[in-house]
């Protein structure tokens, strides 16, 4: 393991240019590469390789995985055999290769099948900053008076075009993040936003590249029309997994997280079709690389807490289609933030009759623990109780139709989506 790194002396430059607009920094307004670029070297980010020269299958990657789920896999993974290079009481980091992370994120489903995860970092020190508890997230005052906007809002979000969305993004063999089906399915998606977003000079959509490998991450900007530095943001991840075949295999991804994608594009759609502008910007990411170790949101979420962007709040859609449990939509009640999450159940009462449970979800398990361990205000409503999600995901199976070929599940969440959105970027 290891035997090609050989380290070429580096600095990381490329982490915000985009192949769609490569002279903008891609939070408007604000040129972030030169704080990305020392940012990066005060990471200890430098040494490694050249941001243009993708990682290779056998670079070195440190990995932050809680005790527990060590214990739980005890001989998978060789856990048995592996010394983590550092440990506290709850987690643990060990050195890896970027070719293992696909067995790990596989392994966590399907033997572990619980919802645990790692955090997969660049550095050892990134790694070891992990196991100090997240700062806390900065108290906010959540208020609910947004009834005129949201209202109308609501009536037009749509279930068809949710359903049309998921079909276009499972039908790519894969969403692989090192695959190139992978790297296509992101540009796809910067096209279809930057279509439905058309007439509205206020909506920028561009490409976030991860130097590393080759699926990049899809940014779309509303730019707030009263506090524009102040930003809203809602997520979900684009890439797709099954078991280790990396590329090679088919993931069709339906649920997980097409599903999530789909919300957001639903929600921006609904912005468009109302005229509505937010006072705050809001923006919504797709992630690439998220089954990899919440890889992409990572490096974007560290972007914004070392540019000190003041995100109000972050929303997570990571599998919303499956309906598993009798109720209609659950918070996940760890690694967020608790506030946030008693807004949220306010929130769907005020506009909704859905039911609301809580869950618990485990260690890093999807991408709203990569703003969490920043000090941000995350939050992730699921599909299910942790234990009654759709058991498919991973596999080729995960197509629309477990989800008897509808979005009716996922058509909450979009109106979730909404009124989160407007009653946080008044
Ligand atoms: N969508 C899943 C998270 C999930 C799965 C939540 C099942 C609840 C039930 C996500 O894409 C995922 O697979 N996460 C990994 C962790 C990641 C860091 C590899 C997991 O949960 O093992
Ligand atoms: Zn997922």
């Known amino acids: 393991m290891g035997g090609l790194r050989t380290f070429l002396v580096l600095t990381f430059m490329a982490a915000a240019t985009s192949s769609a607009a490569p002279d903008a920094g891609f939070d408007q307004g604000v040129d972030v590469r030169p704080a990305i670029a020392t940012a990066r070297e005060a990471a200890g980010m ?3 390789r050249l941001a243009s020269s993708p990682e ?3 670079d070195a990657v440190w990995i932050s995985v809680s005790n527990a789920d060590v214990a739980a896999l005890k001989g998978e993974f060789d856990f048995s055999r592996r010394v983590p290079v550092s440990q506290n009481s709850l987690v643990s980091i060990f050195e890896v290769t970027v070719a293992e992370l696909d067995a790990l ?24 900053a992990d196991m100090a508890e997240p700062p806390l997230a900065m108290a906010r005052a959540y208020e609910i008076d947004q009834r005129e906007t949201v209202v109308p809002m609501l009536k037009l979000v749509d279930e068809a075009a949710i359903t049309e ?12 993040y090192r695959s190139e089906t992978g790297a296509a399915s992101a540009r796809w998606l910067r096209d279809y936003w930057q279509e439905l977003s058309k007439g509205r000079p206020d909506i920028t959509v561009e490409l976030f590249r991860h130097g590393g490998w080759a699926q990049e991450s899809v940014i779309l900007t ?12 809602l997520g979900g991840h684009l890439d797709s997994i099954a078991g280790w075949g990396g590329g090679d295999n088919v993931a069709p991804g339906a649920d997980d997280d097409a599903s999530g994608i789909a919300v957001l594009t639903e929600s921006a759609r609904v912005i468009v079709a109302s005229g509505y502008k937010p006072g705050s910007t ?7 690389a998220e089954e990899a170790g919440l890889r992409g949101s990572r490096e974007i979420a560290d972007n914004f807490k070392q540019n000190g962007v003041a995100v109000q709040g972050v929303l997570q859609f990571d599998m919303t289609n499956y309906r598993g449990s009798a109720d209609d939509i659950y918070l996940i009640a760890d690694n967020v933030s608790e506030a946030q999450n008693a807004f949220l159940g306010k929130l769907i009462a005020a506009y909704t009759d859905y039911r609301v449970g809580t869950t618990k979800c485990g260690y890093a398990c999807s991408d709203h623990a990569s703003w969490t361990r920043n000090g941000y205000s995350a939050s992730l409503p699921f599909e299910a109780k942790f234990d009654e999600d759709n058991p498919n995901i991973h596999t080729a199976n995960d197509t629309l139709a477990q989800s008897g070929g509808n979005s009716l599940h996922a058509f909450k969440f979009a109106k979730v989506a909404v009124a989160y959105l407007v009653e946080m970027g008044k």
């Open 46 to 48: 430098t040494g490694r």
């Open 282 to 288: 809001v923006k919504f990411i797709a992630y690439a």
């Open 222 to 233: 509303v730019r707030g029309k009263a506090e524009p530095g102040k930003v809203v943001v």
């Open 165 to 176: 969305t998921i079909k276009r993004l499972a039908a790519f063999k894969n969403r692989y």
């Open 105 to 128: 994120s596989d392994i966590m489903h399907h033997r572990l099948r619980k919802c645990g995860g790692f955090f997969a970092h660049p550095t050892l020190r990134a790694a070891k």
């Open 56 to 58: 290779r299958a056998d």
